[in-house]
């Protein structure tokens, strides 16, 4: 596992030409650029990962007890070891102090940590064996720094505030009166039963303060600039400096000092680089941007032209064609065109209209599409390209050109790449010409990473060490150590990975709304944590102001948003670089209370159902990503932020825990709990009952004829004028209550029919003649034995026993009112999406019309079918139902052999729940003494309504 206690602050790249005096005479003109790296303040301590590789190969001879985290604090290579509770600068060794006594110690050192055990009189090889753990990583992926084993010195030294103060010596150098923040891990272990600490520190790197003062004091070394031009990238926006307690405003005007004026950005920092800089005086520069938006105030340039000494300088910038996922899923009106393609035209353009002297591309593709870059675009004469990871080594090139510019070249003159932590230095050196001005030498210097020769007044930052304090500080611990929940995994997991804490907090927050389906965003973690996760660590990763609202969305809305749903198995697995990257460039969702196979509450997502979803503010807006959030209706503001919902139910969680090891054994108290936090991560829901009042149609059609005085128009041949007074009314409704537990399925509710016509003939008896009229109180039991399918095609499979009265609002004249009892058992598909009902059984009916009673024997079939219409917003729904009943030496006249209905229609939505609905209805009966077969078949149009009420939700 990797840890990362990476703390991004930005990736700045900043240009600042100045002409320096003549060198040699006056046709001699030199230009000095100046570029940053990454402004990123980085303490990502490599060596961790051989130490728990080697605790996760080693188990039989070291043991992990637990894993501690601590702010120390470091001067010249000098580390201060277990620093006390509460110690203060003041308190550490200044550059006179004197160390009581020293003792000599074997360290593992890499570019960016130290490796220390003590006490190291264990009898086991320990160190011997984490530095054989590295070199074995090292051989086995080139990305693998090295370490070596070395001599260092523990000296200790009196604290001011008393008592003994261990600092650990790893170079030559007193110690300074300064001493920054840095990080310490501490593991503590069982080395073949004996107690021993390994401890490992972490380098400090970069950060916006050192790299501020350093400009500031390379920059005052430079005599009479007389050209400045910029241009950064940066990953933390305003909310991120907000939530520190830093001041935005403040914080950019040190950098406003420095005469900033033109930005770029690596594809990952536009959204945060933008809100941050285009309200403060900054500008951008992207050659293959364009706006998708017109009227968007996003202010980029295809290109920036500087002139100084007489010399025209043209920057372009070019990003790669896979950051198109990543501007839309952030809401940018912006667009990557091809890079190739835009620069050629670009370069072009410089050359013929513009007259520039030097074309610089900043390029922020790969390596091997530079290389495509380089070898079709001709006239490029410096290209900045794919940066590098280097802390600590340093290069330095000079290039020495003659008759640059007097014919073409297939490759610029200098080729360098964008450092990290550190920044670089330029030099170009023109002699002017009768044509012009030519190129004779460039020099790029990479002096490496600034820090030590920094002023150390400069060193300390308030702001950094406000960034230190909140993510290293120590804060309550919250989340349990994974191995606890996974006991079983092996290798031990030492660390959460992104799904599954995205996947926790997803549940969390659809717990704390009372939604149906909670949606967040899943963002690659900057910050990690080995074994027990603190507070900061947790309200970072869910954000400092992410609000959360409620929304209802259609299902059709949510399987759309399902293919944007990483639904990966938990415990998630594989390697951290690979894995986390799509995070970055790809919009993924955790989702809580839906299940992969597309189930909400164990029951399927239909299209035309409404369901409630909890989701970060942020993340609704997010239309251009998610085009299936338009679809949203009904937004409802919570009042409450997904990191502090996290964080509350998590320190709640731990301490009922707690609470309950003080009451009962403890063991089975922690058991339960981590069963509880291990079944939300896996997405593992419990079950609970969901009830739900289902109006699942109201359809309602009335007419009213009246015709007056038509009598002298009888021979009007115009049907309206000889029609006849009538009084059409026409309705259903089917109401319904449904009631899930675990595998049960009770409905109950009742099913009305109604149709009258009512004739009223001039001089005539009133006519009326009913075309439905049938009430159905019902109820059905159902189990769920089996499931199958996926998608569409999941569905439920198990016995039912439904149990009905049938009987009519009106007694018909000469007849007994129909009084029918019906029981049906059989066996039923259900829940599913398009086929939602297949059922076949048997079928036993009762006949309490009249005092002589008869009960009927048969079987019954029948299915239920809804699926939208392609290419419209209309949704087809057919029902039918087929009985077919046994003869009996006790039939009457009154019986029927067999019965077919079919109803189908097509609902166009009109306003909500509203629909109009043409319809076709067809009843096909045969008697059993009557051999005779007769149908009614009515064709219509309804407005229909339907309404689900979800008192749970």
Do not use: C
């Amino acid at each position: 596992m990797t840890l990362k206690p990476f703390l991004g602050i930005g990736l700045w790249l900043l240009w600042f030409p100045a002409v320096l005096p003549a060198q040699t005479a006056d046709s001699l003109k030199s230009l000095k650029i100046i570029y940053t790296g990454s402004l990123n303040y980085s303490i990502s301590p490599d060596l961790v990962e051989a130490v728990e590789t080697l605790l996760s190969e080693d188990s039989e001879h070291v043991r992990l007890q637990k894993v501690s985290w601590k702010i120390s604090y470091y001067s010249n290579g000098s580390y201060l070891m277990d620093p006390p509770k509460d110690v203060l600068r003041e308190h550490l060794p200044g550059r006179a102090a004197k160390s009581a006594q020293k003792k000599e110690a074997t360290i593992l050192e890499s570019a960016r940590a130290i490796v220390l055990q003590y006490p190291d009189e264990t009898g086991y090889p320990l160190m011997e064996k984490i530095y054989e753990s590295s070199q074995n990583r090292r051989k086995s992926a080139a990305y693998v720094p090295g370490a070596e084993m070395k001599k260092a010195a523990i000296a200790e030294f009196e604290s001011p505030a008393g008592g003994i103060l261990r600092v650990l010596e790893t170079g030559d150098q007193p110690v300074s009166e300064f001493w920054p923040k840095t990080l310490e891990i501490q593991y503590h272990l069982l080395v073949d039963g004996r107690e021993a600490t390994v401890a490992v520190f972490g380098k400090t790197l970069g950060g916006p303060s050192r790299m501020h003062a350093a400009l500031k004091k390379r920059i005052s070394e430079i005599e009479t600039p007389a050209l400045k031009l910029n241009i950064g990238n940066w990953s933390m926006d305003e909310e991120w400096i907000q939530g520190l307690g830093g001041d935005p405003d403040a914080y950019m005007k040190s950098w406003q000092d420095l005469g900033f004026e033109r930005l770029s950005f690596y594809p990952s920092d536009l959204k945060p680089g933008l809100d941050l800089f285009r309200n403060r005086g900054f500008r951008f520069v992207g050659s293959n941007l364009e706006k998708t938006k017109p009227e968007s105030e996003v202010p980029f340039e295809p290109f920036v032209i500087e002139e100084a000494g007489g010399i025209r300088v043209a920057v372009v910038s070019l990003l790669p064609l896979d950051a198109n996922p990543g501007l839309a899923s952030d809401g940018l009106p912006l667009v990557v065109r091809d890079p190739i393609e835009k620069a050629r035209q670009i370069v072009k353009e410089l050359r013929q209209k513009h007259s520039v002297d030097v074309v610089l591309a900043v390029s922020y593709l790969t390596s091997e599409q530079d290389a495509k870059l380089v070898s079709d675009v001709f006239g490029i004469d410096i290209l900045l390209g794919d940066s590098v990871s280097e802390a600590a080594i340093k290069r330095k090139t000079t290039v020495e050109l003659s008759g640059w510019g007097k014919e073409i070249s297939h490759k610029p003159a200098l080729m360098a790449t964008r450092p990290r932590f550190s920044f670089g230095e330029i030099t170009l050196r023109f002699q002017r010409s009768e044509n012009g001005n030519e190129l004779v030498s460039i020099v790029e210097d990479t002096p490496g990473p600034v820090g030590s020769e920094l002023p150390e007044k400069e060193r300390l930052s308030e702001f950094g060490d406000k960034l230190l304090d909140y993510y290293l500080a120590p804060k309550e611990t919250i989340l349990p150590d994974p191995r606890k929940l996974w006991p079983a995994v092996r290798p031990p997991k030492l660390t959460y990975r992104t799904p599954e804490v995205f996947n926790l907090g997803a549940h969390i927050v659809r717990e704390a709304t009372r939604a149906e389906v909670a949606l967040l965003r899943i963002r690659s973690l900057e910050s990690n944590s080995i074994g027990e996760v603190p507070e900061n660590y947790v309200r970072s990763w869910f954000g400092f102001n992410k609000k959360i609202v409620l929304t209802r969305l259609p299902g059709r809305a949510i399987r759309a948003l399902m293919k944007n749903m990483d639904f990966q198995p938990v415990p998630a697995a594989g390697d951290d670089e690979v894995s986390e990257r799509k995070y970055y460039y790809e919009v993924w969702l955790a989702a809580a209370g839906l299940e992969e196979a597309g189930m909400v509450s164990g029951l399927p997502l239909q299209d035309q159902e409404f369901y409630s979803v909890a989701l970060t503010e942020d993340l609704l807006a997010e239309t251009d990503a998610l085009p299936s959030l338009k679809r949203a209706v009904d937004k409802t503001e919570t009042g409450l932020m997904a990191g502090e919902v996290v964080v509350d139910w998590l320190k709640k969680r731990k301490k009922l825990k707690e609470t309950e090891e003080k009451i009962k054994s403890g063991e089975a108290a922690r058991r339960d709990y981590d069963e509880e936090l291990r079944s939300l991560v896996e997405r593992r829901l419990p079950s609970k009952p969901v009830w739900r009042l289902n109006l699942r149609d109201l359809s309602f059609q009335f007419a009213n004829t009246q015709v007056q005085n038509a009598g002298p128009f009888a021979q009007v041949r115009n049907a309206r004028i000889r029609s006849l007074n009538q009084v059409l009314i026409q309705a259903s409704s089917k109401l319904f209550s449904e009631f899930y537990w675990k595998n049960l399925r009770w409905d109950a509710g009742v099913s009305t029919d109604y149709g009258r016509v009512t004739l009223k003939p001039a001089g005539a008896p009133i006519l009326n003649n009913e075309t439905m009229d049938q009430v159905v109180f019902e109820t059905e039991l159902r189990y769920k034995a089996l499931e199958f399918g996926r998608g569409y095609g999941r569905h439920q499979l198990g016995p039912f026993l439904n149990a009905a009265y049938d009987t009519e609002f009106t007694q018909p004249q000469s007849l007994p009112r129909r009084k029918l009892f019906r029981v049906q058992p059989g066996i039923k598909v259900f829940e599913g999406s398009r086929l939602q009902e297949f059922h076949v059984g048997a079928v036993v009916e009762s006949d309490y019309s009249t005092s002589a009673s008869s009960t009927l024997y048969g079987w019954a079939t029948g299915f239920s079918w809804s699926s939208p219409v392609p290419g419209s917003p209309m949704q087809f729904q057919a029902r039918l139902n087929y009985r077919h009943f046994a003869p009996s030496r006790l039939d009457t006249l009154d019986d029927l052999k067999r019965e077919f209905s079919v109803n189908a229609r097509f609902q166009m939505p009109i306003l909500g729940n509203l629909r109009l609905s043409p319809f076709v209805d067809f009843y096909l009966f045969e008697g059993k003494l009557i051999s005779e077969t007769g149908h009614n078949i009515v064709f219509g149009v309804a407005l229909d309504y339907s309404r689900l009420w979800k008192p749970l939700y």
